[in-house]
Antibody
Framework: EVQLVESGGGLVQPGRSLRLSCAAS????????MHWVRQAPGKGLEWVSG????????GYADSVKGRFTISRDNAKNSLYLQMNSLRAEDTALYYC???????????????WGQGTLVTVSS | QSALTQPASVSGSPGQSITISCTGT?????????VSWYQQHPGKAPKLMIY???KRPSGVSNRFSGSKSGNTASLTISGLQAEDEADYYC??????????FGTGTKVTVL
């Protein structure tokens, strides 16, 4: 059974940093691209970042480019999101999600975690 | 990377068919046949319903179908059922290893 378990969320002040983690199990982690998708309270889905199976291709939404960094450790079956210079508008539930393809292109996100809540407030 | 445009809400009676549109640009929807659709019930994670424009994952009802014309993709739900009441989001490849979601549509079964 595929499982994606996010951690690292919490309350953080504007301008500070936070690192999210996602522990994956139940599939061959290094065969697939992975993503972070967020959802602000009461709002829609927003794709944040994606990383290919071997970290060779990485993409970011314009809203986080230059502030967030996605990475993965295939030996640890883990996905990460380093978030710097956080803003109030980054407040959201952050989902870790698995793609059915190895590259960030197919737009076939087939499994999602339950999310970790990030609140940016003073 | 502007969000794809979807109607805020669509409604229909049980048994009817409804269609949700998803309008992008020549840089995303119009350039690739790489559009997927997700269903999200309140408090739940999204579920993949359609990928590559018109393909259904295993286990998804054939009442759900997808299509594309130009810069607009569409999701049709036929034989509407109470369990279909949810939020629906489209998502497209936007080039340079990036995706973009739609604004979301709330489907109400009357």
């Amino acid at each position: 059974e595929v499982q994606l378990v996010e951690s690292g969320g919490g309350l953080v002040q504007p301008g500070r940093s936070l690192r999210l983690s996602c522990a994956a199990s139940g599939f061959t982690f290094d065969d697939y691209a992975m993503h972070w998708v967020r959802q602000a309270p009461g709002k829609g889905l927003e794709w944040v970042s994606g990383i290919s199976w071997n970290s060779g291709s990485i993409g970011y939404a314009d809203s986080v480019k230059g502030r967030f960094t996605i990475s993965r450790d295939n030996a640890k079956n883990s996905l990460y999101l380093q978030m710097n210079s956080l803003r109030a508008e980054d407040t959201a539930l952050y989902y870790c999600a698995k793609d059915e393809y190895a590259m960030v292109r197919g737009v076939r996100i087939d499994y999602w975690g339950q999310g970790t809540l990030v609140t940016v407030s003073s | 990377q502007s969000a794809l445009t979807q109607p805020a809400s669509v409604s229909g009676s049980p048994g009817q068919s409804i269609t949700i549109s998803c309008t992008g640009t020549s840089s995303d929807v119009g350039s690739y046949n790489l559009v997927s659709w997700y269903q999200q019930h309140p408090g739940k994670a999204p579920k993949l319903m359609i990928y590559e424009g018109s393909k259904r994952p295993s286990g998804v009802s054939n009442r759900f179908s997808g299509s594309k014309s130009g810069n607009t993709a569409s999701l049709t739900i036929s034989g509407l059922q109470a369990e279909d009441e949810a939020d629906y989001y489209c998502c497209s490849y936007a080039g340079s290893s990036s995706y973009v979601f739609g604004t979301g549509t709330k489907v109400t079964v009357l």
